[in-house]
């Protein structure tokens, strides 16, 4: 036989060649695939974040309790297309149940800013309000664990980001009535009239109130997808 490396001619079926040295068993093997250097995109960290804090699931899922956040989910979904769907201009969000929830944190928000200066303790009412889901997205996903939780906390959050909307868009024409029953062209005015005329972005109240409602409408999609996602897992892990 000859070598195929060097053509050195030797007898048949030795191992390797007498000359070069190759092995003849590893000439006929396929070459190993070309590791491809990994991209910054393909990394998988941010992949295992997700799976580990946002999708988190329990290995067997109790019936009742999936039923349970169906039942919460359905209504998430019903509330928010209403929502979603009524113009900002109504004042919908204002007049729905929430809006008496919303309050007291908006109030409180008040208080908690006040050693921080005239304009902060005007923004806090509205600042306390968001911030008090935030902060219980962030118990359910630090500390209970519960992301399904923290899909309904998100979705709190972009119902409150709608419910300031309609107070911004009045900063200008204050029709609105404020908690003491009066409007804010019958007392000093209101927040985001104050705010904005603070600012000097008065002429602006409209254009804020679509992004403020823009942005609840977004992170309310947002979070139904979430809360989609993880009963999708959930139902797959039912321990009947």
């Known amino acids: 036989m000859h070598c195929p490396k060097c053509g050195w001619d030797q007898d048949e079926g030795t191992a390797d060649c007498a000359r070069c040295g190759i092995i003849f068993a590893k000439m006929h093997r396929s070459p190993a695939p070309p590791v491809m250097p990994r991209s910054p995109g393909q990394d998988s960290t941010w992949r295992r974040v997700v799976e580990e804090w946002l999708l988190i699931t329990e290995d067997s ?3 009742f309790y999936f039923a349970g956040r169906v039942l919460v989910f359905l209504l998430l979904v019903s ?3 209403r929502f979603i769907t009524t113009p900002l201009e ?7 149940f ?6 007291p944190f908006h109030e409180a928000g008040h208080l908690i ?3 921080f200066g005239r304009f902060m303790m005007i923004l806090g009412g509205s600042l306390g309000q968001i911030l008090m889901p935030l902060i219980c997205l962030g118990t359910f996903l630090l500390k209970t664990r519960d ?3 923290g899909s309904v906390a998100l979705w709190w959050t972009a119902q409150n980001f709608m419910d300031v909307a309609p107070y911004i868009n009045d900063a200008r024409a204050m029709d609105l009535i404020l908690l003491g029953g009066f409007t804010g062209k019958e007392v000093d005015a209101h927040d985001w009239n104050n705010l904005l005329t603070m600012l000097g972005w008065l002429q602006y109240d409209h254009g804020l109130a679509k992004l403020a409602y823009g942005v609840g409408t977004v992170l309310m999609l947002v979070s139904l ?7 999708r897992r959930q139902y797959r892990r039912l321990d009947w």
């Open 225 to 231: 997808l979430w809360g989609a996602a993880l009963l």
């Open 113 to 115: 800013f006040m050693p």
């Open 61 to 63: 899922v109790n019936p």
């Open 90 to 96: 109504t004042n919908y969000t204002g007049e729905s």
């Open 147 to 149: 992301p399904f939780g």
């Open 79 to 81: 509330w928010g297309w």
């Open 98 to 103: 929430l809006h008496l929830i919303n309050l």
